[in-house]
């Protein structure tokens, strides 16, 4: 009878945690979990990374190393007869003084009544859960359960960490991957930091005939499917990604900007959602620095819209270099969000009555656009009279920058500042 050959990635699954590979903050000689261990501590854990970055290794090997039986589910095919099957066992174990980890793949997964119903055997000791997540915590999980868990971060594996992975491949196969460096290097860039990714690959080109020849970049790329970028339109790494292109703009890194850019675009983003975060970035952190940036920012939008893709993400790239290389002012964004405070705080005040419209005789009377100065007939057309409410200070809201056009700007609310003073208004 034929024997089955296990995958490549289970055959190097790490034996010990000094062997998992590229999360050295967590297990390597001063790692947290390897103090956490030494202390005989262990606590209930989420382990938030990437996938194929070793979240289930790691719970296997902790259990191992801590004497815990291990119990493993997946909150895509479990309900709530798996978990309270699963709770029931670990009670008999406890009784017969043996610990429990419960391992919960994809715990995000379960809805906020199942992940409740972890709190009072997480509490009472009954299991040491183990948690494994590829979204954000803070938002995927109940406060309650977050708050009896410790969080740990997994990082996508680097390089180095992926080149142990090949190296470990080579030696338990006793022959190199058929791969020249440049190919090689490529292999590792497809696999986009994960580990599981790199060693399914690795098996297929393993399976090639001996004597094949060192495959080429080019070559490689044909051989196997292209990866697609870790990206998910509605999940963390979208926000991710547009903050770090809104972050890079702002401190004017146009080369950084253009690759979050392709990163979005690659991913399967809308350009349209990029297109309007670019309308709001030209209007929040360059405003009247450069006015054009605006009309760049919707110029290329509307370009878009005409064009469509690919021919239209151009537009977009071009906002996009405008936009890094443009000064930068957050004065209007700032003036907006004081006069904002200012508008709540002051309540229903109503503008003087010299600025009011009088389009009725009784209002008139009243006194309605009495005294109102006409700024095209004074001096310098500029009246200098207060549009503030009666009762309000004037305040001053908006304070550009010495910043490319701002200091035009500024060398005019200057001298409009020095004739109201004049005039005494």
């Given at each position: 009878m034929a024997h089955t050959i296990p995958p490549l990635a289970d055959r190097l699954r790490p034996s010990g945690l000094e062997d998992v590979v590229g999360q050295d903050h967590l297990v390597g000689p001063t790692g947290t979990l390897t103090r956490m261990l030494a202390r005989g501590s262990l606590a209930s854990l989420i382990l938030w990374g990437p996938p194929g970055v070793g979240k289930t290794t790691i719970a296997r090997l902790l259990a191992a190393q801590a004497g815990l039986e291990f119990t493993q589910l997946s909150a895509v095919f479990s309900g709530v007869a798996d978990l309270k099957k699963a709770f029931d066992a670990a009670r008999l174990r406890r009784a017969m003084g043996q610990g429990t980890m419960l391992f919960v793949d994809e715990i995000h997964r379960f809805n906020r009544a199942q992940q409740d119903g972890f709190l009072p055997v997480v509490e009472d000791g009954t299991v040491t859960l183990v948690g494994a997540t590829t979204e954000n915590p803070s938002f995927a999980l109940n406060g309650a359960l977050l708050s009896r868990c410790q969080v740990l971060v997994l990082r996508r594996l680097d390089d180095a960490a992926l080149e142990r992975l090949l190296a470990r491949a080579e030696t338990e196969a006793e022959r190199p991957l058929p791969l020249d460096e440049e190919a090689r290097a490529s292999l590792r860039a497809m696999a986009d930091g994960d580990g599981r990714y790199v060693l399914n690959m690795t098996e297929q080109l393993l399976a090639l005939p001996i004597d094949t020849t060192p495959l080429s970049g080019a070559e490689l790329s044909e051989l196997l499917a292209k990866r697609a970028a870790l990206y998910d339109k509605d999940r963390e790494e979208h926000y991710n990604l547009i903050s770090a292109l809104h972050k890079s703009l702002?401190?004017?890194?146009?080369?950084?900007?253009?690759?979050?850019?392709?990163?979005?675009?690659?991913?399967?983003?809308?350009?349209?959602?990029?297109?309007?975060?670019?309308?709001?970035?030209?209007?929040?952190?360059?405003?009247?620095?450069?006015?054009?940036?605006?009309?760049?920012?919707?110029?290329?939008?509307?370009?878009?819209?005409?064009?469509?893709?690919?021919?239209?993400?151009?537009?977009?790239?071009?906002?996009?270099v405008y936009l890094g290389t443009a000064?930068?002012?957050?004065?209007?964004?700032?003036?907006?969000?004081?006069?904002?405070?200012?508008?709540?705080?002051?309540?229903?005040?109503t503008p003087p009555m010299h600025i009011l419209n009088a389009p009725t005789r009784l209002m008139k009377d009243l006194g309605y656009g009495s005294g109102y100065a006409y700024d095209h007939e004074a001096e310098d057309g500029f009246s200098g009279q207060n549009y503030f409410p009666d009762g309000m200070k004037r305040a001053q809201f908006y304070r550009p920058q010495e910043r490319g056009f701002e200091r035009e700007m500024l060398k005019r609310l200057a001298y409009w500042d020095r004739l109201r003073r004049e005039r005494g208004a």
């Open positions: 702002r401190g004017s890194d146009a080369d950084a900007a253009l690759y979050w850019l392709a990163r979005m675009l690659t991913g399967g983003e809308d350009p349209r959602y990029i297109a309007r975060r670019l309308v709001r970035f030209a209007s929040e952190d360059i405003g009247m620095a450069d006015p054009n940036a605006l009309v760049q920012a919707m110029t290329a939008w509307e370009t878009y819209e005409r064009l469509g893709s690919p021919e239209g993400e151009l537009a977009i790239a071009q906002a996009v000064p930068k002012s957050n004065a209007l964004y700032v003036a907006l969000g004081e006069a904002n405070r200012a508008a709540r705080a002051t309540g229903s005040l």
